[in-house]
T-cell receptor, first 113, second 111 residues
């Protein structure tokens, strides 16, 4: 049981390049989330998916797109990366009902030059 | 959603109890108090949550005042590995997407 996994762990992009951050969970959770964390700041919600087939914007969605590929996987895409998107990106999941506790992945550290 | 107020940083001696306060004076009746921590830029880790009763698990205790306007997270015997940023969050029980992380409290456990 790996929990929440994210790939890649590190990435450096040039301005204007595109990339997709991958997230997968093996806990059969319904809901998944993407956050970003800038230095010295708390986490901010980018997008979330309450269940398979649905996605909704969070606090800071501009410049990002998401895909809930199936129940396990939730990807985050940067179509045209900008230096302002330099950040650490965390994926999380919750089961829904119960404690609805969020479980986080290890993060992807993205630098946009 | 209720906002929380936490001290920016705190120190604690190793082996002593660490008491981390949180003010949430605008908490609604259906909102729970959750605590997470983040160790050195790792993903946040769930610690404990509660509604109005005090709660205890293997990691910590949560004390919520009777009026629910504030709470305290207690790490009974802090170790160096407890050095982390601790986040106090209030949200509805099944509102994962309403989890708002503030700046948290940076706890330094010193030998």
């Amino acid at each position: 049981n790996a929990g929440v996994t994210q790939t890649p762990k590190f990435q450096v992009l040039k301005t204007g390049q595109s990339m997709t951050l991958q997230c997968a969970q093996d806990m059969n959770h319904n809901s998944m989330y993407w956050y970003r964390q800038d230095p010295g700041m708390g986490l901010r919600l980018i997008y979330y998916s309450a269940s398979e087939g649905t996605t909704d914007k969070g606090e800071v969605p501009n410049g990002y797109n998401v895909s809930r590929l199936n129940k396990r996987e939730f990807s985050l895409r940067l179509e045209s990366a900008a230096p302002s998107q330099t950040s650490v990106y965390f994926c999380a999941s919750t089961g829904g009902g119960g404690t609805d506790t969020q479980y986080f992945g290890p993060g992807t550290r993205l630098t946009v030059l | 959603d209720a906002k929380t107020t936490q001290p920016t940083s705190m120190d604690c001696a190793e082996g002593r109890a660490a008491n981390l306060p949180c003010n949430h004076s605008t908490i609604s009746g259906n909102e729970y108090v959750y605590w997470y921590r983040q160790i050195h830029s790792q993903g946040p880790q769930y610690i404990i949550h509660g509604l109005k009763n005090n709660e205890t698990n293997e990691m910590a205790s949560l004390i919520i005042t009777e009026d629910r306007k504030s709470s305290t997270l207690i790490l009974p015997h802090a170790t160096l590995r407890d050095t982390a940023v601790y986040y106090c969050i209030v949200r509805p029980y099944t509102g994962g997407f309403k989890t708002i992380f503030g700046a948290g409290t940076r706890l330094f456990v010193k030998a």
